[in-house]
């Protein structure tokens, strides 16, 4: 314990050193430094970037479509879908499941908004009136942009980008068509807009009463097109899937038809297949930079070496051994990735707050699905990469470190 007190000591009291005679490589020092701060910053915004746009686009997509959805297995995959009957008893089944949030019942509905300049295609998806606790409407509730969720079988929501497209605004009326034997008119009560930057379903989803649906294709209260189960975890996807799986796929409805079950990323492959591939982009540019931080570091350390190369030599020939020298420059190096690590992790979350809060950095919408560029702060992650960092720093500088070893009172003599 002592030696690591005294070696601590003598290589911090080198570090900051005023010496001129002794510091004249200082410049050289700062730029490795500054080069591990940049490695760091750019390690920690990936880190950021990539869980809050995983976050932020898989949400939107829960959103719309729930984590699992219980459907009619003759479906196709149109919105005009075959119904199910389900009894209060399988919704009670499923909300009792461990890990099962809410589950509630939807239906669709293909149609056509018609105004006096255009005419669009949209989805009339229905849901049960709102409860905000742990239902669909949450979601729409969060995006809401005006108005108000609906309340009565005429109102409906529509997206923002839709009412700039028919130049309607709330509290306003609409026309609407649906296709089937025959012509079938209904008309709306928009009551609120909603907008979450996922212009693929923005522009397509229209959102009321779960009644309207039934009326228009002709069903009984207890007929839907699916169930929607919302989980706790999502990273639990995959074993809640087969959990509601296993509860539906052996229970025919009243009807006789089968139910197959769905999760979320196999309703939306090319979505998650894509956020998958952020994952691996993201340890490349990670690697990528504990490499240059290396560099940095290694760098920084000879120069710290041989800027001390004359206290080395004097230290050998008082007695001082390999091993205690090496500690003093390893203690060295770690005030130099400290302090990186410090003004590193300052700037990154700096940068974080800017554009969590002020969204300075725009996406196009309509090809990432966000307007801007997301961020999310996780504690795991930031302990995760900040240890990892020094870990792996540490272990780099033992290589370079062994130079010490190298040098020799009387080479030190007749280099001066």
Not at 47 to 71: A, T, Y
Not at 142 to 147: D, I, K, V, W, Y
Not at 396 to 409: D, E, G, Q, R, Y
């Amino acid at each position: 314990m002592k030696d690591v007190s005294a070696t601590y000591y003598i290589a911090r009291h080198l570090y900051f050193s005023q010496d001129k005679e002794r510091r004249m490589s200082r410049p050289a020092v700062v730029v490795a430094q500054a080069g591990m701060i940049i490695g760091i910053v750019v390690m920690l915004l990936t880190l950021f970037i990539v869980i809050g746009f995983k976050r932020e686009v898989r949400e939107k997509v829960i959103g719309f479509g729930s984590h699992i959805q219980v459907l009619n297995y003759d479906n196709n995959s149109t919105y005009e879908t075959r119904p199910i009957t389900v009894n209060d008893d399988l919704l009670q089944l499923l909300n009792s499941t461990p890990g099962v949030k809410s589950a509630s019942v939807f239906a669709t509905k293909p149609g056509i908004i018609r105004t006096e300049k255009t005419f669009i295609p949209i989805i009339l998806k229905g849901c049960r009136l709102p409860s905000l606790d742990n239902s669909p409407w949450s979601f729409f509730q969060q995006n809401l942009q005006t108005g108000h969720l609906p309340e009565s079988t005429q109102d409906i929501l529509i997206s923002q980008a839709m009412a700039d497209r028919l130049e309607l605004k709330c509290d306003t009326d609409l026309t609407c068509f649906f296709v089937e034997e025959k012509m079938r008119v209904r008309k709306f009560h928009v009551c609120g807009i909603y907008q979450t930057g996922f212009e693929d379903n923005d522009e397509l989803f229209i959102v009321g009463d779960i009644r309207q649906v039934q009326q228009l294709s002709g069903w009984q209260p207890e007929k839907v097109s699916g169930i929607e189960v919302r989980i706790n975890d999502f990273s639990d996807i995959d074993a809640m899937t087969n959990r509601v799986w296993a509860l539906t796929a052996n229970r025919p409805d009243a009807d006789g038809n089968f139910l197959q079950t769905m999760s979320i990323v196999q309703l939306y492959p090319a979505i998650f297949s894509w956020l998958d591939l952020l994952d691996m982009n993201a340890i490349v540019i990670i690697l990528l930079m504990l490499a240059v931080s290396g560099f940095s570091i290694i760098s920084g350390l000879l120069i710290l070496i041989l800027d001390n190369i004359q206290f080395i030599g004097t230290m050998k020939a008082l007695g001082a051994s390999n091993r205690y020298l090496r500690q003093i420059f390893l203690w060295e190096a770690v005030l130099l990735v400290g302090k990186s690590l410090l003004w590193g992790n300052l700037i990154a979350i700096a940068l974080f707050a800017l554009q969590a809060w002020g969204h300075i950095i725009p996406l196009d919408a309509s090809t990432y699905y966000v307007s801007y560029v997301p961020v999310y702060f996780t504690w795991w992650g930031w302990l995760l990469m900040n240890i990892g960092t020094l870990l792996v720093s540490l272990l780099i500088l033992l290589a370079p470190s062994a130079i010490v070893t190298k040098i020799s009172p009387a080479n030190v003599m007749r280099w001066e």
